[in-house]
């Protein structure tokens, strides 16, 4: 379970590509002292399992295993060397929840249709899967590569978000185009009202 409030970037320094799966070792402030092997952390906004770690300057490093479903329905299946990555570790009993409620499960990929300077903030608009767009609402919150934002407009064209300044120096929003993929997690419960009412409706 994680928040959707990214606790520090990633930098991917290598990639093996094995048979059905990809091996990713990532670089980052961590300190290896706090992360267990097993751990859950969140790569834009992907729940992955900790298989190996080791100290290095100014943090660690860390591989995770991606299945080959993972990487044909996220943005995984995209990153190469010198990519940087959202990381979140997950959520502890006690943990302050600032964002919302996210599981680290991609409902699918958005793609970026703009994304504009708005006073001090930036504007991101996104078009989503079909699939997912009717759990999308204004004033709602949605997973963005792992960060965790209001929705701000919905029309049938996708969705607008306004990004601030904070949110925007330390994650990997600033670095989308016009065109870019993103993953997508729709709120949790909007996720279960729509399977309660789906539910009502062919009762």
């Not at 590509?17 to 070792?25: I, P, V």
């Amino acid at each position: 379970m994680f928040t959707g409030i990214v606790s520090a970037l990633g930098e991917v320094i290598a990639v093996e590509r094995l048979s059905g799966l990809t091996r990713l070792e990532i670089a980052s402030v961590y300190d290896p002292a706090g992360v267990e092997i097993g751990a859950s952390i969140a790569h834009d906004g992907c729940c992955l399992t900790v298989v190996e770690k080791s100290p290095r300057a100014g943090g660690m490093r860390h591989v995770v295993e991606v299945a080959a479903e993972s990487l044909a329905l996220t943005t995984l299946g995209a990153l190469k060397l010198g990519d940087r990555v959202n990381l979140e570790r997950s959520l502890r009993v006690g943990d302050e929840l600032g964002g919302h409620m996210v599981l680290g499960h991609v409902d699918g990929l958005g793609e970026v249709r703009s994304l504009t300077q708005d006073g001090e903030g930036w504007r991101l608009r996104i078009e989503p899967p079909a699939g997912i767009a009717h759990l999308i609402a204004p004033k709602g919150s949605i997973a963005v590569a792992g960060v965790s934002l209001t929705v701000n407009e919905v029309d049938e064209h996708g969705f607008g978000v306004l990004i601030i300044p904070h949110t925007w120096a330390v994650t990997t929003l600033s670095k989308l185009k016009a065109g870019a993929k993103v993953n997508l997690e729709a709120d949790m419960m909007a996720r279960y009202a729509a399977r309660l009412f789906e539910a009502r409706r062919s009762s």
